[in-house]
């Protein structure tokens, strides 16, 4: 049974091209062998990106990738001719498959910060697809990825759960693994305060109380063994 914080300072960071990502686990040019992922979870990216930035057609297969948007507009475009803008509120989940390439970019004049988080699916290979969900900001924990929720994911036992909490406790979900993301909310955890850009990695510690002091918007992960 284990609570592990990871601090938003401590973060690998990547300027480049105007775009600003700050990552939970190694990625690109930053490597850590004890830091790699998590259960399922491969990548967990915040990003900034100020207007006029983004990302050009690129190339991903065998992986999940989940999209949420917290300021601005995020368009996405992509090989087999799919195509969107994903708002604050909406989430969207790409099955890369076989294989796709996409872009990810801001709409014009506007600034965007979005959280993306990949994923390693039970399958490879497959075709691609793409879906968006429009969830709103529950502000109790909120199962929006999951079977349970309006989108699925090829990863089994993987479920995103998201609220913009307001001040009180909140029960987290009971699984064997939680990654708890603090977007821009400040909560305890047992003695341990979260602030914004901060994330616990839990595990067999799942149905624990999160108390959250200032309001905000929490992302939570849970994953089977």
Known sequence: M?????????????????????????FGAHYDPGNVGFGALVA??????????????????????????????????????RTGVLRPG????????????????????????????????????GPSSYAVAEVGLPTTLTEVVGPAGPLGVGTRGARL????????????PDAPRLHVFSATATATLGDRELVPGDAARLVDEGGRTL???????????SQAR
Do not use: C, K, M
Request: aromatic content about 6%.
């Open 90 to 125: 909406e989430i969207s989940r790409t099955s890369a498959g076989a294989g796709i390439v996409h872009a990810e970019t801001t709409e014009p004049g506007v600034r965007t910060r979005f959280v993306q988080t990949w994923l390693r699916p039970d399958e490879s290979g």
């Open 2 to 26: 284990t609570i592990d914080v990871r601090r938003a300072a401590e973060r690998f960071r990547t300027e480049s091209e105007g775009r600003t990502t700050w990552h939970s686990f190694s």
């Open 44 to 81: 967990h990216n915040d990003e900034l990106l100020p207007a006029g930035t983004g990302y050009p057609d690129h190339p991903h297969a065998d992986v999940e990738i989940v999209t949420v948007v917290l300021e601005g507009a995020l368009r996405h475009t992509d090989s087999d001719g």
């Open 161 to 172: 759960h998201l609220a913009r909490a307001e001040p009180g406790e909140l029960a987290l």
């Open 211 to 221: 108390t959250v002091e200032r309001p905000g918007l929490l992302l939570v992960w």
